[in-house]
């Protein structure tokens, strides 16, 4: 399967090492390059990205309204902050709905980890950054489920469909739907990408 990646930043020297690697380092993909945040806009509007390596201190940026903009145009694009900037601001981007972060000054080896597990796993956060995601209201939210909210976020989360969560949890499919309105309800959630967000980091 072909990959397209959308590598976004300023520097030509980013651009060109991180595009090197890229290739070299993972198979079947396709880079392309934006050297500003209008660029991005342009290209994504265009052509469909698996993913986009986005420096978030690029010209025309618009910090963290870039990632709700870029969801927007893209739904399906996997977004990796790239930044020299401390973890917490990348987490503030992860907040708000970009899957990873990875920094600038990486070795080869940990931003091809982070691209890889992009593509496998759907997000990528270092170490550092997981402990600071699980705050205390996170783990209060997910405690606060039934033990039979949590069976079924727990499934949920593992891809299970309606009927399957009922095959194999002997329920209705309409007792099903009810849970679900809970568990976004209590987790305050509103899609799938978020729950599973939630689960990762809780059981990290």
């Known amino acids: 399967m072909i990959r397209n990646i959308l590598i ?68 399906y694009i996997k977004i990796l902050v790239f930044s020299a900037y401390e973890e917490e601001i990348a987490i503030q981007y992860i907040k708000e709905g970009a899957d990873g972060y990875i920094n600038k000054l990486s070795k080869v080896e940990e931003i091809t980890e982070a691209v890889n597990k992009m593509f496998s ?9 997981v402990s600071k995601l699980l705050q205390p209201s996170t783990l209060d939210m997910i405690k606060s489920l039934s033990e039979r909210e949590y069976e079924i976020f727990n499934l949920m989360v593992k891809g299970y469909g309606n009927l399957e969560i009922s095959n194999a949890l002997k329920i209705q499919m309409s007792t099903i739907s009810t849970y679900k309105k809970r568990i976004h309800s209590k987790l305050k959630t509103t899609n799938l990408a978020s729950l599973i967000k939630m689960y990762e980091v809780y059981t990290s």
């Open 8 to 75: 976004a930043d300023d520097h030509d020297i980013v651009l060109t090492g991180t595009t090197i690697i890229l290739e070299s380092q993972i198979p079947n993909v396709i880079v392309d390059q934006a050297e500003n945040y209008h660029q991005v806009l342009d290209k994504i509007s265009k052509q469909e990205y698996d993913l986009i390596i986005l420096d978030i201190n690029m010209p025309e940026s618009k910090n963290k309204k870039m990632i709700s903009e870029i969801k927007s145009i893209s739904p």
């Open 121 to 129: 796993e759907g997000y990528y956060y270092p170490n550092g950054i």
